[in-house]
């Protein structure tokens, strides 16, 4: 479970999350929402500690790491996260079967004998096969999301971070993408945090959706109940994603 | 009230003391990873290749022909003075083993592998690599910035043993075929005047300008900001840095060691 307690985070004078506070409980997929530059990224990176919160307190599994300075402490919390980058961050002097095995290689015990089978077998879980020995620099934007879908999957995390999993994405792949958030969520239980501005995504797959807006969540609720909203901002958003009511 | 000037010096003394703080802090963190993890060999391996093999040309053709140059100057100089060239063997080597082998070398390796490091760790940077590594288990410092001060500290070095020779050979070179010294003659030059510790002068300021050019490629590299401009932006900075810091460096260092009788 997650925790997160008043937390707050600015740059410089520019305040992005103004004392958040939301618990992500076991197996749940919590999206959030809300148009670009609100600090949806912000807030899912000061989840596992790449960005250092102003303020508040971020509890993973009974372990608060907001304010923690211990690099082991640290890295033994974010052992338990997989994370999605919104660029897929792939290493560029690395193959998709080096990228995909990276985690496997720092966060498991697995031998690296059993490397390229479960390189593989990721692969063809997002769609993909005969990429492994590929650089990175030659796959196209959706090859080189749905291989850092793989790579945040591989060592079987317990919480995933998705960061705009369905951006850049064709409607295909989109599906695909839109359909394994949901089938890791559903036969693994696994909690999953996703930030989007597609909030059609938001509403089809998570369990709850908040709106982040000017530093705060100004609605946090089921699917059903976020369509029903009555905040002003919700309904606006609503309008302009082209979503009704109903 | 504020003026405009006073203002522009706090500003810029404010930025210097936290970059200051900030490459403390970065070291800090590269002499725990250094002691506490496992060694990246083959991230080592590839570094060493990309600082050390890679410049190797380079390095050469700049020894090579800043041996000849030296050689015939020198030799010009010494024959209008004294109608034939004298200790040419002693003034190349001099030279080459005590400054331009070590400074030349770094000033060489600070504006080809320096600015791939910052290129690369600030590309990294913009594009969330870095992140990526802390979300995989790994400590950017442990799996980078460690392989790359380890690359420096070696291949550096070697590399300024390689130009001391090869600048000796051009002046050499120069000296037999232009100002008809014999090879015997200018190596006996060498052998009579030059002792052990002129050469450790040179080579033992190797390992300062390496700690400082791994220091700087990798600080501008991890504080890269702003996408393509800022990798371009914190690439000329790493380079113009370390060459002006090598120089500044080579007086400091070369007093000390001159003070403690090396």
């Not at chain 1, 995390?157 to 850049?168: A, R, V």
């Not at chain 2, 030296?70 to 030799?75: D, P, R, V």
Request: hydrophobic letters at 45%.
């Amino acid at each position: 479970m997650i925790e997160i307690k008043n937390l707050s985070k600015a740059f410089g004078e520019k305040v992005i999350l103004n004392d958040i506070s939301v618990d992500i409980k076991e197996g749940e997929l919590f999206s959030v929402i809300g148009p670009s530059g609100m600090g949806k990224s912000t807030f899912i990176k000061c989840l596992v500690r790449l960005l250092r919160p102003e303020s508040g307190s971020i509890i993973v599994d009974g372990q608060d790491i907001a304010s923690t300075s211990n690099e082991f402490a640290l890295a033994r919390v974010r052992r338990s996260f997989g994370y999605l980058f919104q660029e897929g961050a792939l290493f560029d002097s690395l193959t998709v079967l080096e990228n995909v095995a990276f985690g496997l290689k720092y966060l498991t015990d697995i031998h690296k004998s059993e490397y390229p089978r479960i390189v593989k077998e990721k692969l063809a879980l997002v769609g993909l096969k005969d990429v492994e020995h590929l650089k990175p620099s030659e796959l196209s934007v959706g090859m080189k999301k749905r291989v850092s879908l793989a790579r945040s999957i591989a060592p079987e995390p317990k919480y995933m971070l998705y960061d705009e999993p369905t951006t850049g994405l064709d409607p295909v792949t989109t599906g695909m993408v839109k359909e394994l958030i949901t089938d890791m969520r559903e036969k693994l239980r696994i909690t999953s945090v996703v930030v989007t501005h597609d909030l059609k995504l938001a509403l089809e797959i998570s369990s709850r959706v908040a709106m982040l807006l000017d530093g705060k969540f100004v609605e946090a609720a089921a699917p059903a109940e976020f369509r029903q909203s009555e905040n002003k901002a919700v309904k606006e958003f609503m309008e302009i994603s082209g979503l009704s009511r109903e | 009230m504020k003026h405009p000037v006073t203002e522009y010096i706090g500003r810029e003394f404010m930025n210097l003391a936290e970059a200051l703080g900030a490459a403390a802090l970065m070291l800090k963190s590269v002499f725990f990873w250094f002691f506490r993890s496992k060694f990246e060999a083959r991230e080592t391996v590839k570094q060493a290749v990309t600082i050390g093999v890679d410049s190797l040309t380079v390095v050469a053709l700049t020894s090579f022909f800043t041996g000849m140059v030296l050689s015939l100057q020198s030799g010009q100089s010494s024959k209008n003075l004294f109608n034939e060239p004298l200790y040419i063997g002693t003034l190349v080597a001099f030279s080459m083993l005590k400054e331009l082998g070590p400074v030349l070398t770094c000033i060489v390796v600070a504006g080809r592998a320096g600015a791939v490091v910052t290129a690369e760790i600030g590309t990294m940077k913009v594009t969330e690599q870095i992140d990526a590594l802390y979300t995989l288990g790994t400590n950017p410092t442990r799996y980078l910035l460690v392989p790359r001060y380890i690359a420096f500290m070696i291949m550096l070095p070697l590399l300024t043993v390689f130009a001391d020779f090869l600048g000796i050979f051009g002046g050499c070179l120069v000296g037999m075929v232009k100002l008809d010294v014999p090879s015997t003659v200018f190596m006996n030059d060498i052998y009579t005047y030059l002792e052990i510790y002129d050469f450790m002068h040179g080579f033992l300021k190797t390992f300062v300008f390496a700690f400082m050019i791994a220091t700087v490629s990798c600080y501008k590299g991890l504080n890269t900001k702003g996408g393509a401009e800022g990798v371009g932006k914190a690439t000329t900075e790493a380079v113009v840095t370390s060459m002006v810091l090598v120089m500044v460096l080579d007086y400091f260092v070369s007093a000390v060691l001159v003070a403690v009788g090396i």
